[in-house]
């Protein structure tokens, strides 16, 4: 009786209510079967505390091993950051042989519409840079140094052919600048109310383009247009004279196709476009390259 009385004490302070009320019984048939029933009762609550335990230590190790499984499936090939690292890096080299060709090549070497699509690739480079995931800081920083630097490329190119009595040539460029920077202000401030009219018109694959995170109303789609000019550039000129390749700005530009090529599809959102045209960047700047290297060090 005392045991089933201290029991009954222990059910009260406890059991839920409805448990209690079972306790109410005073003869001792109803004590023994509440005495098994809160026997059980705790029994069950033991048990299903030791299930979630279990739960939990399985979810956490099966987390951890996915977790590693991951790390070793990363590996340089498909690592985003050593590749956007190698492409600034590039671009650096490229910002690098501006301002050599700068310090030390002659200004008649300077190619203006190289120089030209230069400026328009690494202002919408640098944007790129802030809003691509991964944001690459480091490849921004290389591009807003390059606009600087192909500036000053251009007031040396502009000056040289004024004193040397070029200045029809020299106003032809100014032109071509002007009109270039007011399309390109034009399509900044009108983009959006374009975009926004298409989208809400239920066009379709007309809409569902104008919508694209990586479509004709973002950097995403522009950048790489603009490095198409200068794989365009290079196409146009496969004759130009070997000593007017610049050796720096070609070896920076065919390592920055080589990185690009697969960094393109790393990145958030997957940019092919940006692989396709840094596929033929690589091309066409190696042409160069070769060509220089073997007119110089070969012949």
């Given at each position: 009786m005392i045991a089933a009385t201290t029991i009954s004490r222990?059910?009260?302070?406890?059991?839920?209510?409805?448990l209690r009320l079972r306790l109410a019984g005073n003869n001792t048939t109803s004590q023994v079967k509440n005495n098994n029933y809160m026997?059980?009762?705790?029994?069950?609550?033991?048990?299903?505390?030791?299930?979630?335990?279990?739960?939990?230590?399985?979810?956490?190790?099966?987390?951890?091993?996915?977790?590693k499984e991951e790390a070793k499936k990363t590996t340089w090939w498909n690592n985003t950051a050593?590749?956007?690292?190698?492409?600034?890096?590039?671009?650096?080299?490229?910002?690098?042989?501006?301002?050599?060709?700068?310090?030390?090549?002659?200004?008649?070497?300077?190619?203006?519409?190289?120089?030209?699509?230069?400026?328009?690739?690494?202002?919408?480079?640098?944007?790129?840079?802030?809003?691509?995931?991964?944001?690459?800081?480091?490849l921004a920083g290389c591009h807003i140094t390059n606009v600087g630097a192909q500036m000053n490329q251009?007031?040396?190119?502009?000056?040289?052919?004024?004193?040397?009595?070029?200045?029809d040539e020299v106003?032809?460029?100014?032109?071509?600048a002007g009109a270039t920077a007011a399309a390109g202000a034009a399509c900044v401030l009108g983009g959006p109310m374009v975009q926004s009219a298409l989208v809400n018109a239920n066009l379709g694959f007309v809409s569902s383009i104008a919508a694209a995170e990586a479509g004709p109303f973002t950097v995403h789609f522009w950048a790489p247009m603009s490095k198409w000019m200068i794989s365009g550039a290079s196409f146009l000129e496969l004759d130009r004279p070997t000593e007017k390749i610049s050796l720096a700005q070609y070896t920076a530009l065919t390592m920055t196709g080589f990185?690009?090529?697969?960094?393109?599809?790393?990145?958030?959102?997957?940019?092919?476009?940006?692989?396709?045209?840094?596929?033929?960047?690589?091309?066409?700047?190696?042409?160069?390259?070769?060509?220089?290297?073997?007119?110089?060090?070969?012949?």
């Open positions: 222990m059910a009260s302070s406890q059991a839920p209510k409805v026997k059980r009762y705790f029994s069950d609550k033991t048990k299903e505390a030791a299930n979630t335990t279990a739960k939990e230590s399985t979810s956490s190790t099966t987390a951890t091993t996915a977790a050593w590749w956007g690292t190698a492409g600034a890096m590039a671009g650096w080299g490229m910002s690098g042989a501006a301002i050599y060709d700068a310090l030390e090549s002659s200004p008649e070497l300077i190619s203006l519409n190289m120089t030209g699509v230069l400026l328009v690739y690494s202002s919408l480079f640098a944007r790129w840079a802030f809003v691509v995931k991964p944001q690459n800081l480091l251009l007031r040396r190119a502009v000056e040289y052919k004024k004193e040397n009595g070029k200045d106003d032809d460029i100014m032109k071509k990185f690009f090529s697969r960094y393109a599809l790393l990145v958030a959102p997957i940019n092919y476009t940006l692989c396709s045209v840094n596929i033929a960047l690589f091309g066409s700047s190696a042409w160069h390259l070769g060509r220089k290297i073997k007119a110089d060090f070969l012949s």
